[in-house]
């Protein structure tokens, strides 16, 4: 659990780093199952002739990059939620996410239906944004904790994040549409504001869905990997009517968690159904200009 220092740092200034909490053998099962994606990529990449090598001998900072260079959309399976499989959906539960999850959220714990897998390209960035920008505003009121897990060792060189502290008890700030979907006015977050949080593999930081952030230019020829996933107190507004998360800790009754991956898919597949039948009902805060 998160003691009363982090609880309030957290509180104070809208983010909170967590060094040295994964082991090599907790991040291994997504770090594989990410590389067989990219084994799928390459191997389909290959026989369509749009590239000339596997580079199965790249390590795993480095192969995606070397595809990519060729074959930009090879990128592209990870870096939407469509990608759902076993090893992600165990690690989502991780105990010592949801441990010190639950020490800001409570027991009953929800897995937020917004998350990320982030293999930032070379040259590649994140435009200044609150996720909450994101979501409808009956999400405004729930603390959404974004968990942000780095596979690889983040730097300012290789385009770390960057939070804006003490900004989140501001509220939703105004968003454009822009490139890369809503962004925050360069100018309402001077780069002044912008404190840079390059954190080693292992390591976790936390901030809130008000906190304005973004990533610097990943200036390498390397992937800069991780994962944004995101929790909140089951039963509360999530700003995502039209796609459900799971319960991934339930304290009051256990009964309620999702088994499975499967179970998971098929409850987002459901809830899709049934959104799609509502075309009309908004998805965003702001509209999407044409």
Not at 207 to 231: A, K, Q
């Amino acid at each position: 659990m998160l003691n009363d220092s982090q609880i309030a740092a957290f509180k104070e200034e809208g983010y909170l780093i967590i060094e040295n909490l994964f082991t090599a053998d907790d991040l291994r099962p997504v770090k594989d199952e990410f590389s067989a994606v990219v084994e799928v990529q390459a191997q389909q990449l290959y026989q369509d002739g749009r590239v000339n090598s596997l580079y199965e001998n790249e390590s795993f900072e480095r192969r995606l990059a070397k595809i990519a260079a060729a074959a930009p959309e090879a990128a592209s399976a990870l870096q939407t939620r469509a990608h759902k499989d076993e090893g992600l959906f165990q690690f989502m539960k991780h105990p010592k996410i949801l441990d010190r999850v639950e020490s800001l959220v409570g027991p009953d714990i929800l897995c937020h239906p917004s998350y990320n897998i982030h293999p930032r390209l070379p040259g590649g960035y994140t435009s200044p944004h609150q996720d909450a920008g994101y979501y409808l505003p009956d999400g405004d009121e729930t603390l959404i904790l974004a968990c942000l897990i780095p596979l690889v060792d983040t730097t300012i060189e290789n385009g770390c994040i960057w939070v804006a502290p003490r900004r989140h008890k501001e509220g939703v700030l105004r968003h454009l549409w822009g490139e890369g979907g809503l962004n925050i006015p360069l100018e309402d977050v001077s780069e002044a504001e912008r404190q840079p949080l390059p954190t080693k593999v292992g390591s976790m930081v936390m901030f809130s869905s008000m906190t304005p952030h973004g990533s610097r230019v990943n200036h390498t020829d390397t992937i800069r990997w991780s994962m944004d996933l995101r929790y909140q107190a089951l039963g509360k507004p999530t700003g995502r009517w039209y796609v459900p998360g799971f319960v991934a800790r339930s304290r009051s009754n256990p009964e309620l968690e999702t088994p499975n991956c499967q179970a998971w898919v098929t409850e987002v597949e459901r809830v899709d159904r049934n959104a799609s039948r509502y075309p009309e009902w908004p998805r965003y805060r702001w509209p999407q200009t044409p």
